[in-house]
């Protein structure tokens, strides 16, 4: 419900802003919030919502993923520097949101060490999953050049990220029909899972005015070595915000 609240959240401010955006039928680039001319900023200029596909993964993780393995993508503030009416570059400060989850055969098992395994459902003394998800939160800065043809833009970058510790969360029915929101920690999700705390990635965009389609890659593993399964993540979905 939270995940949902907040990516209605995000949408209804960029749809604000989006209808706040003047002369449509002008080749420049967004009106900007703050400043004129060469300089700008302005906040709250894009959100995305993707579908991660794992590259380089283990066989495990490859074959146990469940479905919906997303990342939501909120922009916080963007600098920008426009040399010319229908040309930008910019850096930026965005927040995401990246979740992998497994199939109801299986779940995330943290050790205490901040290791992670996946682990089958038979011999667990649980009847059913409902959810065992991975979750990871970043704070990013990305540098990107957008230009603008027509209503048309294209936008090409790359993004320095600072990697929260992990989250695994578990929500299961026990033998008994009692509901389990827990997993022998005692508390309802493990934290400090060792995924890698630096990473980086290359993104690109295509819009038509204010939507369009985006694509992210990311070289990196996300946990750390010998702490969970290995897997990199290129992403597709849909962004909003962009458009001329």
């Given at each position: 419900?939270?995940?949902?609240?907040?990516?209605?959240?995000?949408?209804?401010?960029?749809?604000?802003?989006?209808?706040?955006?003047?002369?449509?039928?002008?080749?420049?680039?967004?009106?900007?919030?703050?400043?004129?001319?060469?300089?700008?900023?302005?906040?709250?200029?894009?959100?995305?919502?993707?579908?991660?596909?794992?590259?380089?993964?283990?066989?495990?993780?490859?074959?146990?993923?469940?479905?919906?393995?997303?990342?939501?993508?909120?922009?916080?503030?963007?600098?920008?520097?426009?040399?010319?009416?229908?040309?930008?570059?910019?850096?930026?400060?965005?927040?995401?949101?990246?979740?992998?989850?497994?199939?109801?055969?299986?779940?995330?098992?943290?050790?205490?060490?901040?290791?992670?395994?996946?682990?089958?459902?038979?011999?667990?003394?649980?009847?059913?999953?409902?959810?065992?998800?991975?979750?990871?939160?970043?704070?990013?800065?990305?540098?990107?050049?957008?230009?603008?043809?027509?209503?048309?833009?294209?936008?090409?970058?790359?993004?320095?990220?600072?990697?929260?510790?992990?989250?695994?969360?578990?929500?299961?029915?026990?033998?008994?029909?009692?509901?389990?929101?827990?997993?022998?920690?005692?508390?309802?999700?493990?934290?400090?899972?060792k995924t890698n705390t630096f990473?980086?990635?290359?993104?690109?965009?295509?819009?038509y005015e204010d939507v369009g389609?985006?694509?992210?890659?990311?070289?990196?593993?996300?946990?750390?070595?010998?702490?969970?399964?290995?897997?990199?993540?290129?992403?597709?979905?849909?962004?909003?915000?962009?458009?001329?």
């Amino acid at each position: 419900m939270k995940r949902i609240i907040a990516v209605l959240s995000a949408a209804f401010i960029c749809a604000a802003g989006v209808w706040a955006q003047s002369d449509k039928s002008s080749t420049r680039l967004p009106d900007l919030a703050i400043g004129e001319g060469i300089f700008s900023a302005e906040t709250l200029t894009y959100f995305a919502f993707s579908d991660h596909n794992l590259l380089k993964a283990d066989q495990d993780f490859e074959t146990y993923k469940g479905k919906a393995n997303t990342e939501f993508l909120m922009n916080i503030v963007e600098l920008r520097i426009a040399p010319y009416p229908t040309g930008r570059f910019a850096v930026g400060l965005d927040f995401d949101w990246d979740y992998f989850r497994l199939d109801n055969s299986h779940y995330w098992m943290p050790d205490g060490s901040g290791k992670v395994s996946i682990l089958p459902m038979e011999g667990s003394g649980m009847k059913k999953i409902k959810k065992s998800r991975l979750s990871v939160r970043t704070v990013a800065i990305p540098v990107s050049f957008t230009q603008a043809f027509g209503q048309f833009s294209f936008r090409i970058g790359a993004s320095a990220e600072y990697n929260f510790p992990g989250v695994v969360r578990f929500k299961g029915t026990a033998a008994d029909g009692t509901t389990v929101k827990e997993w022998k920690n005692g508390t309802r999700f493990s934290k400090d899972i060792k995924t890698n705390t630096f990473t980086y990635n290359y993104f690109g965009a295509i819009s038509y005015e204010d939507v369009g389609f985006y694509v992210k890659y990311c070289p990196v593993q996300v946990f750390q070595e010998d702490c969970g399964p290995k897997f990199q993540t290129l992403t597709f979905g849909v962004i909003v915000g962009l458009g001329v």
